[in-house]
């Protein structure tokens, strides 16, 4: 395969820490082209900015998570500004709520990411969005936000990607009705993933773009194990069965779809296929 991009994986976090080289050998091995490595808080999306400066196919975002929301302090959020004008940086995330784990009060969560957002629209970056067991509090707030980014980002524009989707396909195509892409997750090559195997099957090949998320959800064949981002093979794999694809096909388009989400300039959007951002 090539043209293959993880776009989600915490390659940052210590999980990577003994054997970080490898693992990035292992992606390149595997076909990837480029990797999307998100923050979670300040400190984590500064050292997602380190790993990239060192790495040109590596492409960091900065952000706050909905788990530490109440964490988010007046230096924190200082930082996070600074950190968002950094010239790599490609998108705000990961930010989004997460109402299953509740490790936030819920409206310190929907602050958080009402505020990210905010900053999202004033940097005319794309946001990188979990949601969890929270799509009836997050769907208006996205449409409210899309309504008003929409002419700042320019038509034509993604505005963000739904990461690790887990609902089902009627909400996916209102998500991609209002300018976001759609996350397919290692965990669709579980025998269990029903909805997000419908999901893969009812959507255009140009609104999804495939990920890890990376030190979590391994892979069925990798399950209980660390994940890593050479597996988003095994999701490509997958989605090519599943709708009658060659692997290499799906590689591809989905590659393409994060170009053109994140304004990668990768070798292939060099070579004329993908596109990038306009600034
Ligand atoms: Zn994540």
Redesign the pocket.
């Known amino acids: 395969m090539t043209g293959l991009i993880d776009t989600?994986t915490?390659l940052q976090f210590g999980e990577f820490d003994k054997d970080r080289e490898a693992v990035l050998e292992r992606a390149w091995q595997a076909g990837l082209e480029a990797m999307v490595v998100?923050g979670?808080d300040a400190a984590s999306s500064e050292a997602a900015i380190a790993l990239a400066e060192a790495n040109p196919r590596l492409y960091p975002t900065a952000g706050w998570h909905a788990n530490v929301a109440v964490g988010l302090d007046q230096e924190g959020w200082r930082r996070l500004r600074e950190l968002t004008q950094h010239p790599r940086v490609v998108a705000v995330g990961?930010i989004g709520l997460d109402f299953y784990r509740n490790l936030s009060p819920r409206e310190d969560q929907v602050r958080v990411l009402e505020e990210q957002l905010a900053l999202a629209a004033e940097r005319r970056l794309p946001v990188a969005v979990?949601c969890r067991d929270a799509h009836d509090r997050m769907y208006p707030i996205l449409k409210r936000w899309a309504t008003k980014a929409r002419p700042l980002f320019g038509e034509g524009r993604l505005l963000g990607v739904m990461?690790?989707f887990s609902g089902d396909l009627e909400l996916a195509r209102r998500y991609v009705d209002m300018g976001f892409l759609i996350s397919v997750h290692t965990c669709v090559t579980y025998p269990t993933s029903g909805r997000l195997r419908e999901v893969v099957t009812g959507l255009d090949m140009g609104c999804l773009v495939l990920e890890t998320?990376s030190p979590?959800g391994a892979p069925q064949s990798q399950r209980g194990r660390r994940n890593e981002p050479s597996y988003v093979a095994e999701a490509a794999t997958r989605v090519a069965e599943l709708r009658g694809l060659t692997a290499e096909a799906v590689a591809q388009r989905t590659g393409e779809n994060a170009i053109r989400l994140f304004g990668l300039r990768t070798a292939q959007a060099g070579a004329g296929s993908g596109g990038g951002r306009a600034w």
């Open positions: 989600h915490h998100l979670v990961e979990h990461h690790y998320d979590y």
